[in-house]
């Protein structure tokens, strides 16, 4: 009874140590097995130690525990040839002390390789046969290997079959987190994480590129790194806060980058749950800048002049409408149009060319600007004529202002080669009315103003209400 707690007690020190050494975390999983396949030749004291991985008829040396020179982790057998072949077809352990004194005598691990005593178990993984975990060695054992030492056999098998499922699952989630990683860090758009506090907790490689800043610049930050300012990081931080937290959140920021740079970006974003308690905001982002510049390089041509920069004829009257409308909705809004037209414009073009026309176009076009404000609405309506809505102001106001910019016209002038060429406007002046039908009841009233000064002599203003 003695004999038998000494060697109890010796197989529950083995499986501490079996225990302890798969605790370990700083070696790796084969070194792992590598050093409970030492334990247990020690136990057995046998000289080699294998964990086999078996798929058909071929059988491959996992980890091997062995004399130099023998045997090598992946070495390959035909199964047939190991006494791990009849291993499996025992389904449990296979003890031989030796071979040559036991039925197992002639058997082609002996005959090719040379090992006389032998002992090994099956080992499962997720309830399937993976292969065997077993030790041998070429000289007979001197005991006879006994109940005790199968069930310690069957233990071991047990401990290396758990060893190698939980380790599967560990590869499985150890590729799962390489795949997100990779994916993550090299997406084509840039990825942020942030919490509900809005701090930085996971960007990858392109969002840097993208805002200018490092990850090591970003984690643990406040996203408020890189807003315009506080009042952008707000309105941004409410949209988020009020959006059902089931769909999907699209919005178009400008940001600041890290050299102070203005870029557009575009966020499409969800939010996630970290843990039961904790959930964050995961962003797919994308810098438009470039598309932002190009959309308003084309509305700018949609509604521009190309030669003045001032609006076209079809923008300006646009606008018109919506002035006539609020008149409509609110009859104490005073509104005035101005119409311009520059006076024998073909003759300047006729003796000094199109080129100096043009010039001339431009330095009006200019004088409209400076005289202007930034609600007020100016247009180039038609080749030398022009027009401006001017919001909030009565008549008398826009008569003021129609003064000024005869005036500079007046005395401005376009040095050439042998002199300068002088030029003068006449002007038409009207208010908006809330019985006005459309835009064009307005231009038609102002035209007629206009007309008036330039038959009157031109280089004046008249006034038609």
């Not at 990850?215 to 790194?225: H, P, Q, T």
């Not at 030669?307 to 646009?318: A, C, D, M, Q």
């Not at 104490?332 to 026309?357: Q, V, Y």
């Amino acid at each position: 009874m003695s004999d038998r707690l000494k060697t109890v007690e010796r197989q529950n020190s083995v499986l501490h140590k079996l225990n302890e050494i798969a605790a370990i975390s700083d070696i790796s999983p084969i070194e792992t097995l590598r050093k409970a396949l030492e334990i247990g030749k020690e136990y057995f004291g046998l000289e080699f130690g294998i964990v086999s991985h078996i798929v058909g008829e071929e059988y491959r040396v996992d980890v091997q525990s062995s004399p130099p020179q023998t045997l090598f982790d992946g070495q390959l057998f035909e199964l047939g040839s190991t006494y791990c072949k009849t291993t499996l077809e025992t389904d449990s352990v296979l003890a031989i002390t030796d071979v040559t004194t036991s039925k197992y005598r002639g058997h082609p691990c002996h005959r090719d390789f040379n090992l006389v005593s032998y002992i090994g178990a099956p080992i499962r993984v997720n309830s399937k046969i993976y292969g065997t975990i077993n030790f041998s060695s070429a000289q007979a054992r001197h005991l006879e290997y006994d109940k005790i030492d199968d069930e310690f056999m069957k233990l071991l098998a047990r401990w290396a079959g758990s060893f190698l499922e939980r380790q599967s699952v560990l590869d499985e989630l150890s590729l799962a987190k390489q795949q997100f990683e990779m994916i993550f860090e090299n997406n084509a758009s840039g990825i942020l994480l942030i919490d509900s506090s809005c701090q930085i907790l996971m960007v990858n490689k392109r969002f840097c590129e993208i805002i200018g800043f490092s990850k090591s610049e970003l984690v643990g930050e406040n996203a408020i790194i890189y807003y315009l300012d506080d009042l952008s990081y707000q309105t941004a931080r409410e949209k988020i806060l009020n959006t059902d937290k089931n769909s999907y959140l699209h919005m178009e920021h400008q940001l600041k980058r890290k050299d102070g740079k203005l870029i557009w970006c575009e966020f499409i974003g969800s939010q996630i749950e970290l843990t039961k308690q904790k959930s964050a905001m995961i962003w797919s982002i994308l810098d438009v800048t470039l598309q932002k510049e190009m959309q308003e390089k084309l509305e700018k041509q949609a509604t521009t002049d190309y030669l003045t920069e001032l609006f076209n004829r079809r923008y300006f009257t646009g606008r018109l409408e919506e002035e006539i409308s609020k008149i409509k909705r609110d009859e104490h809004h005073e509104i005035s149009l101005i119409m311009f037209d520059l006076d024998r414009f073909k003759d300047i073009n006729d003796t000094f060319g199109h080129l100096i026309g043009d010039i001339v176009l431009k330095k009006f076009a200019d004088i409209l600007k400076l005289n202007s404000r930034k609600a007020d609405i100016i247009g180039r309506i038609g080749g030398e004529e022009f027009a401006m809505i001017l919001p909030d102001t009565n008549i008398d106001n826009a008569v003021v202002l129609a003064n000024r910019i005869l005036q500079e016209t007046f005395e401005t002038k376009i040095e050439i080669e042998n002199g300068s060429v002088g030029f003068t406007v006449s002007i038409g002046v009207t208010a908006l009315s809330a019985d006005d039908i459309n835009y064009d009841t307005p231009i038609v009233r102002v035209d007629k103003a206009l007309y008036a000064a330039k038959t009157s002599g031109r280089n004046k203003i008249e006034v038609n209400v």
